[in-house]
Each structure stands twice: as structure tokens, then as C-alpha cells.
């Protein structure tokens, strides 16, 4: 799996030919990012940082669009939507799935660290958690370390964090305990590459 990263929550994931696009912006947002094609695109808020469904299509390439909270299936990929607190009060889905034999978790916009034990439960266990670091209205870096820490992931990335020289993502980092984490270009990862991972952190440089 190829992980790239692109500011605020927009991740893409790829195997193969199959590319899954967390959180486009729209057109609309005040993060520019160049269209780029994906099969699906999961959309966690409906703020125009992170609706940008339209920006995941590219020539004869349309995503399958979720947006909310529910149990889907796409591409043989079974997808979790997870309801939790957003910024303002709304409504921020989580999605867990699995890809490339690596159960993911995407946190989305979530504005705390407390989630239900019924969240807790669906997410199940984590291999790889996408945490919001600092974004108006998100989690802050030493929350964002205490939701991470309470959900146990194998690898955690930090997200909303603007560039590698940021003030909070130096606090998450000094949080995380792991000050020194390479920033990379993107991240390239198997299964077994995180089995033995214990909440290690893989800092993705965005771009």
C-alpha cells in the first residue's frame, strides 16, 4: 500500500490500481490540491475542506461517494462509517477498513477524544490510525495523543499539522515520545512492516 498526503484530512491510499481518497477538498476550500483520480472517496464532514468528492474524479474515472455513517461495500472492500463529534457539534464519521491486509481507521474531523464504547467496539483493532494533530475545531496534539493512545493502533499518522516545521506536530511528536520521526515523502508499508509496531509514528510530508 502507497500512502501519500496532501494537507488538512485529504489522504490517498493506493494497492495496485485501486486508490481510496480520504477527505478531497472541494473547490471551494482554501486548500488547493490538483484533481487526481480514485475509485472511492470517503467524505467524514460536510465542510468544503473535506467534501471535495469532485475533486477524486479524473477523465472516465468517477468514485463510488460515501458520506456518512453506515456499513458499505465497495470493490470487495468492507467499509465502516462511525458517527462521532465534529467540529461545531456536527456530525464527523470515522472510517475502518480493511486494505491490503491492514485494518485502517481514518479519524476524520474529530473535534474529541472521548468516543462511546459502541465506537470503541466497531472500530475493532487498529493497524493504522490517521489522527488529526491541530485543525480549528479538531483535536489539539496532546488530546489527538490520548485518543491515540486509547485506541492502541499499530502505527499512527498524524494529520492537520500544515508542514513539517509546525509547532504542533512537534508537540504530538514530544507527546508520542518519537521527536525524531523522518518526515517522508510517502509511506509504503505491507503488513508486515507494522506487525510489530507499537503505536510507532509515520510522519508524511504534505504536498
Given at each position: 500500500?502507497v500512502?501519500?498526503?496532501?494537507?488538512?484530512?485529504?489522504?490517498?491510499a493506493?494497492?495496485?490500481s485501486?486508490?481510496?481518497a480520504?477527505?478531497p477538498?472541494s473547490?471551494?476550500?482554501?486548500?488547493?490540491?490538483?484533481?487526481?483520480?480514485?475509485?472511492?472517496?470517503?467524505?467524514?464532514?460536510?465542510?468544503?475542506?473535506?467534501?471535495?468528492?469532485?475533486?477524486?474524479?479524473?477523465g472516465?474515472?468517477?468514485?463510488?461517494v460515501?458520506?456518512?455513517?453506515?456499513?458499505?461495500?465497495?470493490?470487495d472492500?468492507?467499509?465502516k462509517?462511525?458517527?462521532s463529534?465534529?467540529?461545531d457539534?456536527?456530525?464527523?464519521?470515522?472510517?475502518?477498513?480493511?486494505?491490503?491486509?491492514?485494518?485502517?481507521?481514518?479519524?476524520?474531523?474529530i473535534?474529541?477524544?472521548?468516543?462511546?464504547?459502541?465506537a470503541i467496539e466497531?472500530?475493532?483493532?487498529?493497524?493504522?490510525?490517521?489522527?488529526?494533530?491541530?485543525?480549528?475545531?479538531?483535536?489539539t496534539?496532546?488530546?489527538?495523543?490520548?485518543?491515540?493512545t486509547?485506541?492502541?493502533?499499530?502505527?499512527?499518522v498524524?494529520?492537520?499539522y500544515?508542514?513539517?516545521?509546525?509547532?504542533?506536530?512537534?508537540?504530538?511528536?514530544?507527546?508520542e515520545?518519537?521527536?525524531?520521526?523522518k518526515?517522508?515523502?510517502?509511506?509504503?508499508?505491507?503488513?508486515?512492516?507494522?506487525?510489530?509496531?507499537?503505536?510507532d509514528?509515520?510522519?508524511?510530508?504534505?504536498?
Open positions: 500500500m500512502v501519500t498526503y496532501h494537507g488538512k484530512g485529504y489522504v490517498r493506493s494497492v495496485g485501486l486508490t481510496l480520504f477527505n477538498p473547490k471551494d476550500s482554501s486548500l488547493k490540491v490538483p484533481k487526481a483520480g480514485a475509485d472511492v472517496a470517503l467524505v467524514s464532514v460536510k465542510l468544503p475542506d473535506y467534501d471535495g468528492a469532485e475533486q477524486a474524479s479524473h472516465d474515472r468517477e468514485p463510488f460515501i458520506d456518512g455513517p453506515g456499513e458499505y461495500e465497495v470493490q472492500i468492507f467499509i462509517g462511525i458517527n463529534q465534529g467540529p457539534g456536527i456530525i464527523n464519521t470515522i472510517y475502518c477498513l480493511t486494505l491490503d491486509d491492514m485494518r485502517i481507521c481514518h479519524l476524520g474531523v473535534a474529541t477524544p472521548e468516543l462511546t464504547s459502541e466497531a472500530m475493532g483493532e487498529i493497524d493504522i490510525l490517521f489522527v488529526p494533530t491541530y485543525d480549528e475545531g479538531t483535536l496534539p496532546a488530546s489527538a495523543h490520548k485518543l491515540a486509547k485506541l492502541g493502533s499499530k502505527t499512527i498524524p494529520l492537520f500544515g508542514d513539517a516545521q509546525n509547532d504542533t506536530l512537534k508537540q504530538f511528536l514530544k507527546e515520545g518519537d521527536e525524531g520521526a518526515v517522508l515523502e510517502k509511506w509504503t508499508t505491507k503488513r508486515k512492516d507494522i506487525e510489530s509496531s507499537e503505536g509514528v509515520v510522519v508524511i510530508k504534505s504536498f
